[in-house]
Nanobody, 125 residues
Framework: QLQAFGGGLVQAGGSLRLSCAAS????????MGWFRQAPGKEREFVVA????????KYADSVKGRFTISRDNAKNTVYLQMNSLKPEDTAVYYC????????????????????WGQGTVVTVSS
């Protein structure tokens, strides 16, 4: 129901835009988030956006470099990643949480009901 794409290999300092297309759920009523998991590490929160599109929450490690947005007409959430660093290398997952979840909970894995399959981002130094 969630399909992420747009990953790839990029040099440090470069940019990528990830997309996550939703199907089979009422996209406009879900909060959306991006998480990532680097090799040998636990999955970690990256960014989330409320169902209204008004409020966002970013991990400190990506603030000022990454931007989340959503297009409810296209049932798609985007992650624009600029100034990429080798430490951004990971599998990136999109996820959907019910709109009842408040912003402060959206950094937690438990808040999300649906997960995409992940897309690989590799940043070379």
């Amino acid at each position: 129901q969630l399909q992420a794409f747009g990953g790839g290999l990029v040099q440090a300092g470069g940019s990528l835009r990830l997309s996550c297309a939703a199907s089979g759920l009422s996209f406009s009523t879900y909060n959306m988030g991006w998480f990532r998991q680097a090799p040998g590490k636990e999955r970690e929160f990256v960014v989330a956006i409320r169902w209204t599109g008004v409020s966002t929450k970013y991990a400190d490690s990506v603030k000022g470099r990454f931007t989340i947005s959503r297009d409810n007409a296209k049932n798609t959430v985007y992650l624009q990643m600029n100034s990429l660093k080798p430490e951004d290398t990971a599998v990136y997952y999109c996820a959907a949480a019910p709109r009842s979840r408040i912003l402060s909970t959206l950094s937690e894995i438990f808040a999300y009901d649906y997960w995409g399959q992940g897309t690989v981002v590799t940043v070379s130094s």
